[in-house]
């Protein structure tokens, strides 16, 4: 994922879409030493509220962002088309509203939003909001919201600003992989009643707080959610919890309506056996999976104010593994670099795996240009220092690795130059202008496929791989492909989906048809895979690819055993958004390790597991990259590799901690007062004290037998 610029032309589209679905941000300057987000899941002052959160129109990482915000602090959340909108029975259920991206409402969707809001509701738009919804916008004191390029931006004296003193919050230059002097955020004018809370150099405004009817309303143009975006990352979840604290507070000072369910959690490995409520079997309990857990949903309603309960969890006896992976991605040149600036060989390779504590290596093993890093196909260009090793490089790279107990997921980019040499007439046609991309075959085609099935096939065939990983240029729609084959891909789709088909070059952004168009590049993408991974999956290997972390990237859970998201610009935190939503499909965390503060990465590193992650791990050259210029300008800051081995080492430590406050979720009311954590039962007695409690943990709680594994 994610390459340089330069030499790699071929990845430039590829690069292109990372960036465009990233869009922003940066990293930078200052750290606060520990910050009070993502860790912890001590009890918040909003637990058991309901929030909606609106699924947006374009999928950048700020759709996961809010999610994360929200989900963090526990609310009881829901994430809907903005079609649910139109039921108002069903709306008028929630406390919050939160749509972000600029998310266009219909006139019967901003009816009932302003009725839900006039009856006490609080709606929240972030970073854009409903920026091409004018009548809305008036229901939330703005008009005339516009895109601004700025640096930085001044906090005002209002409910957001509360407890934060330095009121300048400028912006950083870079975040994760991306560059950038200025970022995108959105200035909008206050009308009558909204309240200013930031303002740019130029004084534009930058975000409104306003009241109408019993309700409160907040359209922000930055969105605090990602704290990437500020310099000092700190500010960013204090201005959250300003916001939910202003804009719900008379929600949460209301008697709250308890659901009297709850979740218990067990590690994710677990294979459950039985779910008891008082020694009896409970009827139908819910049982599913969120990253490093496995949460059980029961229901307590029956267990009255001041009264106990008894869970019994009963499981295959667990097994000495790792509840978190830790996970190293070596980008493209990795092995070359490695044997040219350190005389490098595969054993040491392994051996400096093992010494940063690493459980899974995932090198990128082709290019889509079809240069190879490895001995593979016989039209393959391959890397001179890897051709020129004396034996088998990767062959002998994944036995030590083995050896180490290192696993090792082999990473491929599709192939073009190949393909089209073989089939000129497979490549991609430019919707809008009709034209050949001469160096991009479409994927799409059956015949753009066959070389790389066969490279995939001479792979997996040839070597003892973990697994196997597509590189992010496998996504139909961000091709936008109209060629024959695809033309007559969509008349097909039309033609299942009872809808009139019309020539794609003539669909326009946002109309109905356009929406069709992209969810057939979707079935088209699902489609391809699932040919790829007929062939991995032969030799009982998992198979994967990387992908934003929008969510529009899950429907791939159908097909693949696990996805890697590059959570390199929005805070791991939004990650709950996918590991919500991908149930038993794995997900790896990846965080961005050049040119990055050694000990931002550890705190990274923390947040991932606390959000709930199950392998995390970074971006990052093996020792011997050199970094700076011809290197795509990426540079391993001094300190990073002894800090990703203090990371690594600490996963099981943090994560139990992470296990131990999740352990009880759901329904505020109960507590564990007594528990204890066997290899195959657990036992946990939990009582409803009638109000929230102060802390889910009551009593004693035994987890010793889990501290024992490794
Ligand atoms: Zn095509």
């Known amino acids: 994922m994610l390459k340089s610029k330069g030499c790699w032309v071929n990845q430039l589209l590829g690069l292109f879409f990372v960036l465009i679905s990233f869009l922003s941000l940066a990293i930078e300057k200052q750290i606060g030493s520990e910050g009070r987000y993502s860790v912890g899941q001590t009890l918040t002052p909003f637990e058991g509220l309901k929030a909606l959160v609106i699924k947006p129109e374009s999928f950048w990482g700020w759709d996961a962002a809010v999610f994360g915000a929200l989900h963090e602090r526990h609310f009881d959340i829901t994430y809907e088309k903005p ?44 970073w854009g909001g409903p920026m091409a919804t004018p009548d809305l916008l008036k229901v939330c004191k703005i008009a005339n919201p516009r895109s601004v390029r700025i640096t930085g931006m001044t906090l005002l004296d209002n409910p957001l600003s509360k407890g934060i003193d330095e009121r300048e919050i400028p912006f950083p230059p870079i975040i994760g992989h991306s560059r950038s002097g200025k970022w995108e955020m959105v200035a909008m004018t206050p009308i009558e009643g909204g309240i200013p809370v930031a303002k740019d150099a130029d004084g534009n405004i930058l975000g409104v707080l306003g009241e109408y009817g019993k309700g409160r309303t907040a359209v922000l143009g930055f969105g605090p959610e990602n704290e990437k975006y500020f310099a000092k990352r700190e500010v960013g979840p204090v201005m959250m919890d300003n916001l939910l604290n202003w804009l719900l507070e008379h929600k949460i000072s209301a008697p709250r309506k308890w659901t009297g369910i709850v979740e218990v959690s067990l590690p994710a490995r677990t294979e459950v056996k039985g779910v008891f409520l008082n020694g009896k079997p409970a009827t139908n309990p819910q049982i599913t999976e ?37 996970v190293i991605h070596m980008p493209w040149g990795s092995f070359p670099y490695f044997i040219r600036n350190r005389n490098g060989t595969p054993e040491m390779l392994a051996e400096w795996l093992k010494s940063i504590n690493a459980t899974v290596c995932q090198p990128l093993l082709r290019e889509a240009s079809g240069f190879a ?108 492909c109209c060629c024959s084959y695809c033309k007559e891909d969509f008349r097909r789709y039309c033609e299942r989906k009872g809808i009139e088909f019309r020539d794609p070059s003539q669909i326009s952004w946002g109309e109905p048809l356009w929406f069709h168009w992209i969810e057939c590049k979707l079935e088209a993408t ?57 149930g038993k499909c794995k997900f790896i965390c990846l ?3 050049p040119n990055e503060k050694p000990e931002r990465m550890e ?94 943990i009551l009593g004693a709680l035994d987890l010793s037998a889990l501290e024992k594994q490794k």
């Open 603 to 696: 705190q990274e590193f923390r947040e991932a597991i606390f959000a709930g992650n199950s392998a995390v791990g970074f971006w990052i050259y093996p020792p011997g990259h050199i970094g700076a210029e011809g290197y795509g300008g990426w540079r391993m800051v001094e300190g990073s590799y002894e800090a990703i081995a203090r990371a690594f080492s600490n996963a099981e430590k943090w994560w139990l901690e992470f296990y131990r406050e999740n352990i009880l979720a759901g329904d505020a009311r109960f507590a564990i007062i007594e528990g204890k954590f066997r290899r195959d039962k657990m036992t946990l007695k939990v009582k409803n004290f009638g109000k929230i409690v102060s802390e889910r």
């Open 83 to 126: 079609e649910a909108l139109e039921d108002f029975g069903f709306l008028s259920q929630f406390d919050i509203v939160a749509s972000n991206i600029r998310r266009k409402f219909t006139p019967k969707q901003v009816e009932n939003l302003r009725r839900f809001i006039a009856d006490g509701g609080a709606f929240y738009g972030s």
């Open 290 to 326: 969120f990253g490093s857990l496995k949460k059980i949903a029961l229901d307590l309603k029956s267990v009255e104010v001041g009264k106990e309960a008894t869970i019994t969890l009963t499981y295959e006896p667990l097994i000495d593994a790792p509840n978190v992976e830790t």
């Open 591 to 593: 965080l961005w390790a």
């Open 526 to 582: 699902r489609r391809l895979t699932l040919s790829i991974a007929e062939i991995v999956h032969r030799h009982n290997i998992p198979f994967g690819g990387w992908v934003g972390v929008g969510m529009r990237q899950t429907h791939l859970k159908e097909v693949f055993d696990f996805i890697g998201g590059m959570v390199y610009t929005t805070p791991p935190r939004a990650i709950r958004l996918m590991l919500w939503s991908l």
């Open 373 to 480: 890093y490895y001995k593979g196909m016989p039209e393959d260009t391959i890397s001179p220092e890897v051709a020129n090793y004396r034996g088998n490089f990767l062959a002998e790279f994944i036995d030590e690795c083995h050896k180490r107990g290192i696993k090792v997921i082999g990473g491929i980019y599709l192939e073009s130059p190949t393909t089209l040499k073989r089939y000129p007439d497979v490549a991609v046609v430019v919707r809008k202008t009709g034209e050949l991309n001469t160096k991009q075959a479409c994927f799409n085609n059956p015949k753009g496929m066959e070389y790389n099935l066969e490279t995939v096939k001479n792979l997996v065939e040839n070597y003892k791989l973990d697994g196997v990983i597509l590189d992010d240029n496998f996504e139909l729609q961000d091709y936008d």
